[in-house]
């Protein structure tokens, strides 16, 4: 069983930065994604790494700012995030997926942390 601890999120000013991490008991052979669900809305997949080339995709909203990292050997993956924008404010969640490609539908994870809390604001 993939447990999975997301620490990192905090209040933060827009355009500045914040580094969130998921670690694990293993990530080793799992597809990693990063999932963000804001009040009242669903959650939406954000960034996913794969586990065999570190290849990765981002959503539209977060192209260009955020960065997702992985070390299967700290069993640890890292959401880099710039340019903070108030509409980044919600809670975010690390995933575990089976090693069958990029995925940003909550469907394709099994595994989920507990999330962690981002707020953007002046």
């Known amino acids: 069983q993939v447990q999975l601890v997301e620490s990192g999120g905090q209040l933060v000013r827009p355009r500045g930065s914040l580094r969130l991490s998921c670690t694990s008991n293993?990530?080793?052979?799992?597809?990693i994604a990063w999932f963000r669900q804001a009040p009242g809305k669903e959650r939406e997949g954000i960034a996913c790494?794969?586990?065999?080339?570190?290849?990765?995709i981002y959503s539209s909203s977060v192209r260009g700012r955020f960065t997702i990292s992985r070390d299967d050997a700290k069993n640890t993956a890292w959401l880099q995030m710039d340019n903070l924008k108030p509409e980044d404010t919600a809670v975010y969640f690390c995933?575990?997926?089976?090693?069958?490609?990029?995925?940003?539908?909550?469907?394709?994870?099994?595994?989920w942390g507990q999330g962690t809390q981002v707020t953007v604001s002046s």
């Open positions: 790494i794969s586990s065999s080339d570190g290849s990765t």
């Open positions: 995933a575990a997926g089976p090693p069958l490609g990029l995925s940003l539908r909550t469907n394709f994870y099994r595994h």
């Open positions: 293993t990530i080793n052979d799992y597809t």
